[in-house]
């Protein structure tokens, strides 16, 4: 569902459009900016004969329909006719298909790589990349200002900035225990890279959920479980975690 339009460019993060006013966790779909030049999107483009500005709104309207309708990408009873009706185009489907968008079965449709940029997670990742890509312009504007501000002006500043941005921590994880306010979580994520970060962040908040694990603070917690990690000295718990993951993966093979 589309609210009153575009947030303006400079609050986003590159790549990523956000619509209406309030970002809500339902309401809205990530679309890349360079869509229309995908070699998947000129496949669909060139096998129903439409323009990049007609498929792009037929892909709006069908993903925005799956996002409502669907947790994994999967929608059982639908066929590719149905699709091709709702998109008023025959042979959408198909040609989704043979972009590898989408994959049509006897029992329904799958949207490829729906993890990826549809679910939930990805909401959040992204939601999360928009407000450390903010925090990091709010710097960036604050450090090109500073030598037009009096010294205690701004002191004064800097001391309220970073209170506020003390003040609010985000969960992460898939059990939400991992608390990390956007500056720890960007510096985190300059350290050692998003993958590195999110996999701590996943083995941080396991641990938590599986042994109970308390600490006041969050991010010197994962700081220091990734340094025993890589120390080598003996089974920590992080080894403890990963043998009690891996031992759940090998009963549900089973």
């Not at 090109?144 to 003390?166: F, G, V, W, Y």
């Not at 890279?193 to 109970?212: H, K, N, S, V």
Request: net charge positive.
């Amino acid at each position: 569902m589309l609210r009153s339009g575009p947030l303006p460019v400079s609050t986003l993060r590159p790549g990523v459009f956000f619509w209406g006013p309030t970002i809500m966790a339902d309401d809205w779909i990530k679309m890349r900016k360079e869509l229309s030049t995908d070699p998947a999107v000129i496949t669909i483009m060139q096998s129903v004969s439409l323009d990049e500005f007609q498929t792009i709104g037929r892909l709006h309207k069908l993903w925005s329909w799956a996002d409502s309708h669907s947790d994994d990408g999967t929608v059982h009873g639908v066929t590719s006719m149905w699709i091709d009706t709702y998109v008023d185009c025959p042979g959408f489907a198909s040609a989704m298909e043979r972009a590898l968008w989408l994959r049509v079965t006897s029992n329904g449709v799958s949207f490829l790589n729906y993890e990826r940029h549809m679910s939930e997670n990805a909401k959040k990742r992204a939601q999360t990349a928009l407000r450390v890509s903010k925090y990091r312009e709010r710097e960036r504007n604050a450090n090109s200002n500073a030598d037009t501000l009096p010294d205690k002006s701004r002191i004064d500043k800097n001391r309220r900035e970073e209170s506020k941005i003390r003040e609010v921590r985000h969960r992460h994880g898939e059990y939400k225990h991992v608390m990390l306010t956007d500056r720890e979580y960007g510096r985190l994520e300059a350290d050692w890279g998003e993958p590195e970060l999110r996999r701590m962040i996943a083995i941080l908040d396991e641990g938590i959920e599986m042994r109970g694990y308390k600490y006041k603070n969050h991010n010197l917690a994962i700081q220091a479980w990734k340094k025993r990690e890589g120390g080598n000295r003996g089974q920590s718990g992080i080894d403890r975690v990963k043998m009690h993951r891996q031992k759940e993966q090998q009963n549900e093979a089973f």
